[in-house]
């Protein structure tokens, strides 16, 4: 391997890592929001004082009724529903009349979706996304799987704050309020009324499609006259993730809030970090909170509209090994004061699976959400690796086969530019004689040697940096596939070999406890791309010149530092898809084979060293050439005689 060739592999290494470094999107400044979420969090902190201290009040009221002999048992009970239809309408206002009940789950389903519904809130609990499996933390063997179930922890919210002038407060949670549902078909509306008349109610209705959309709509009937005026309906929307995959890490950082303004580009919360985001006085036509391969949307249609949202995430990286908690996602919704009097919002919920096809299919960009990458990278794995995968499951339906094919397509793509690698090498090879002679004519003025290299390099038409160049140019193949795995539902859960998941790492053993920097397990796809690594650099440093450049001690510090390339991705690509590094295995194999051909039967050294003389005779200077000697010639000027 030459010099250039090697300095290739660590500019590699250091641009890899660099790519993951600046790959997340900065955090919007959000300072003035904060401050505003601080007021919320005080403000709830005083209400609950005051709801504690009317408990107090209550329960002691209730306690002197009891205690009264002079009363009968009927008087009591009267006296008793009294004191407790006092403290709902002091809470509640005129929804007291909905702020007792008895909940009840009512379920809902079509071929794709199970929807668990409950009268408490008017809401949904939890969606079993039918066909589809998630790995289960809480079993023995942490890889047995579950049905893939959205939602379900009690912590969860999804309520609307209805400002009512007969509260105190100001507003009324939804999810204090007992619903009456309405069941036709695949809808179903929860009513919370004011009165027995039921002539005004909060109404939400839900009716299952085709597929993974639901169609919501949100009523008020006959309240336009007991909400103040100027204030908007608020939406609070809190999600607490569940683990679904093996790499929960992985799936952590890629789970996140998504959202799209109406005359913007769809963008999203910071994933790698816990952070509070903004899109205030911006219309907006959806927010997703997304998980790896799984997200739960809100679009508003027709001329529904968010007014604005403040977002937050929650990493829960310190949760205990085996809970089902990953990450809390919050945003906080407000809908248009002046929208009130229309009384009605029509929205749709997307719950399902992260498929490009089925979420470009509902035409509101939905398909962003999937984390392929940003800049030019997520735009080669979403328009050229997806597309060309595609292709080739739709012809071999093996995703291991087609994986093997797709590698194969991409190193026959990229081999120009190794075959311009190679032969680079070659032709240094080839001038090695005349090197040696110059560097013992030179060994005194390191300098000179150095431009009359340039110049020998010049007149033979050999480029130094032919080992260098193509192989950064792969560079964004390796980190377009590098999100492009983990980021595809096509690869979930498919197999390939020894691995049960392409989306996340193959394992061979599992530890029962965690190695920094390297994980609690071994990938042997990943074991054996480091073998293929060493032996490939080990085949190539025995045919290099250690007295290239005219400094022996310094090619083999350079031959050392060649061996940092496979030992420290040997560490970072353990916990990496299986998808990536059983295609960066099988590059390697290919590219070993490609360079023992190319190298023994396609360069045929006599022809390219005629070549070379040939261009010898008729030198061409190039302009890097003539600035690179003026350097040259002024610093040896500068030089103290």
């Not at 003035?32 to 209400?47: F, K, P, T, V």
Request: aromatic letters at 14%; proline letters at 4%; one cysteine or more.
């Amino acid at each position: 391997m030459e010099k250039n060739t090697i300095i290739g592999f660590l500019l590699l290494v250091g641009l890899f890592v660099g790519y993951q470094f600046i790959s997340q999107p900065s955090q919007a400044d959000v300072q003035r929001y904060q401050a505003y979420i601080d007021s919320l969090r005080q403000d709830s902190i005083q209400n609950y004082q005051l709801d504690s201290l009317k408990k107090v009040s209550q329960a002691s009221a209730i306690a002197k009724i009891e205690q009264d002999s002079s009363l009968s048992t009927a008087q009591k009970d009267s006296l008793r529903a009294a004191q407790s239809n006092k403290g709902l309408a002091e809470k509640y206002g005129d929804f007291a009349f909905a702020a007792s009940g008895v909940e009840q789950t009512i379920i809902l389903e079509n071929e794709k979706l199970k929807v668990y519904f409950s009268n408490q809130g008017g809401r949904i609990l939890k969606t079993e996304i039918k066909g589809f499996l998630g790995y289960n933390p809480t079993t023995e063997d942490r890889y047995d799987k579950t049905p893939s179930i959205l939602g379900g922890n009690k912590q969860e919210r999804f309520e609307y704050f209805i400002p009512m002038t007969s509260v105190k407060k100001g507003d009324v949670s939804t999810m204090d309020l007992y619903f009456e549902p309405i069941l036709k078909d695949k809808s179903i509306s929860f009513r919370a009324y004011t009165d027995s008349s039921k002539s005004r109610y909060f109404e939400q209705t839900y009716t299952l499609k085709d597929g993974y959309v639901v169609d919501y709509a949100v009523k008020m009937q006959g309240l336009s006259d007991l909400m103040p005026r100027g204030k908007g309906l608020q939406l609070n929307w809190l999600s607490i993730l569940n683990k679904m995959e093996k790499n929960d890490s992985y799936e952590r950082t890629m789970s996140s809030i998504h959202y799209k303004e109406s005359e913007e580009n769809p963008s999203y919360c910071t994933c790698a970090s816990s952070v509070t985001n903004e899109a205030h006085q911006k219309p907006l036509k959806w927010i997703s909170h997304s998980q790896q391969f799984f997200n739960t949307a809100l679009i508003a249609t027709g001329n529904t509209q968010f007014a604005n949202a403040i977002f937050n995430t929650d990493m829960l990286a310190n949760v205990a090994y085996d809970s089902t908690e990953l990450k809390k996602l919050h945003s906080f919704i407000s809908f248009p004061a002046s929208e009130l009097q229309t009384a009605e919002f029509t929205m749709q919920m997307y719950i399902g699976p992260n498929d490009y096809d089925i979420l470009s299919a509902t035409n509101t960009e939905l398909e962003s959400i999937i984390p392929f990458g940003w800049s030019f990278f997520g735009l080669l794995g979403e328009y050229v690796f997806r597309p060309m995968f595609n292709a080739i499951v739709y012809v071999i339906p093996s995703h291991g086969w087609s994986l093997i094919l797709l590698t194969l397509i991409i190193r026959l793509l990229i081999y120009p530019l190794q075959y311009k690698m190679l032969l680079s090498g070659v032709k240094m090879q080839l001038l090695r004689p005349e090197l040696d002679v110059m560097r013992k004519k030179y060994a005194d003025n390191p300098q000179t040697m150095q431009m009359e290299q340039m110049k020998m390099f010049n007149q033979y038409g050999v480029s130094p940096l032919g080992g260098c160049l193509p192989m950064l140019a792969t560079m964004p193949v390796w980190m377009a596939l590098y999100r492009f795995f983990p980021a595809s539902i096509e690869f979930r859960q498919q197999s390939f070999w020894w691995a049960a998941d392409l989306s996340t790492y193959d394992s061979i053993l599992e530890f029962n406890f965690y190695i920094p920097f390297y994980g609690d397990h071994v990938s042997l796809f990943t074991l054996l791309w480091a073998i293929s690594m060493f032996a490939f650099l080990r085949y190539n440093s025995s045919q290099m010149d250690m007295n290239a450049g005219g400094n022996p001690g310094q090619m083999k510090m350079i031959m050392t530092m060649q061996y940092a390339f496979p030992v420290i991705f040997f560490f970072a690509l353990n916990s990496w898809a299986a998808g990536l590094t059983a295609y960066m295995l099988l590059s390697n194999l290919l590219n070993i084979f490609q360079t023992w051909i190319t190298k023994n039967y396609i360069i045929n050294k006599e022809k390219v060293r005629a070549q070379m003389d040939e261009n010898k005779k008729n030198p061409k200077v190039s302009r890097f050439q003539q600035q690179y000697e003026e350097m040259m010639k002024q610093q040896q000027a500068r030089k103290p005689k």
